[in-house]
């Protein structure tokens, strides 16, 4: 124990820091700031999310300013016609293939999407878009996210307003989001 001076009161101790062991956060450290840099530039190369998408939608709307990408809804017919982003394409990700240089302009880069993060439909159809020489990203959080932030969605019925995530956003009834 140690007294500061002019004071008969001893100084508290310095704290332990945890040994990182012990510390399930700190188990593996951090990565130096470079690596991290690096990592999460490349990260943001590879996905959007659904407020930046959102964004440049309204930008687009309502300044004219350029849209500057495509996005692509790659869920089924019936997954697309429950809800979907306004001004999003409707491809299927089976369909890719097929349809995808008939669609898509191959000068624009496209972002994908399918139901929520739960599903990798997104990133399947990113990677069939990027083996036909498209620029891809993934919208992450897909149409449910979308739905959670209070974003439009177009229906069969047209446009609506969904103010939280909605169990039609899932996949149907068969459990396949068709992506």
């Not at 690096?38 to 440049?56: G, N, P």
């Not at 429950?82 to 995808?100: K, M, N, R, W, Y």
């Not at 899932?170 to 989001?177: E, M, V």
Request: with cysteine; charged share 15%; aromatic share 8%.
């Amino acid at each position: 124990m140690t007294t500061t001076p002019n004071s008969a009161a001893p100084a508290p101790a310095p704290a332990a820091t945890p040994a990182p062991a012990a510390n399930p956060v700190l188990r593996v450290p951090p990565a130096a700031p470079a690596a991290a840099a690096a990592y999460f530039a490349a990260s943001l190369a590879f996905h959007a999310d659904v407020s930046d998408v959102a964004a440049a939608f309204k930008a687009h709307r309502e300044q004219g300013a350029e849209l500057g990408f495509q996005l692509v809804d790659s869920r089924s017919t019936p997954a697309w016609d429950q809800a979907h982003v306004p001004g999003a394409v409707h491809l299927p990700t089976a369909l890719i293939p097929e349809q995808a240089e008939r669609l898509l302009d191959k000068t624009l880069p496209v972002v994908t999407y399918c139901w929520g993060p739960g599903c990798n439909g997104g990133a399947r159809s990113a990677l069939a878009l990027a083996q036909l020489g498209f620029q891809v990203k993934e919208m992450l959080g897909g149409i449910e996210y979308w739905i959670r932030e209070g974003f439009e969605v177009e229906t069969w019925q047209g446009s609506e307003q969904r103010a939280e995530a909605d169990p039609l956003t899932a996949p149907t009834d068969s459990g396949d989001c068709g992506c």
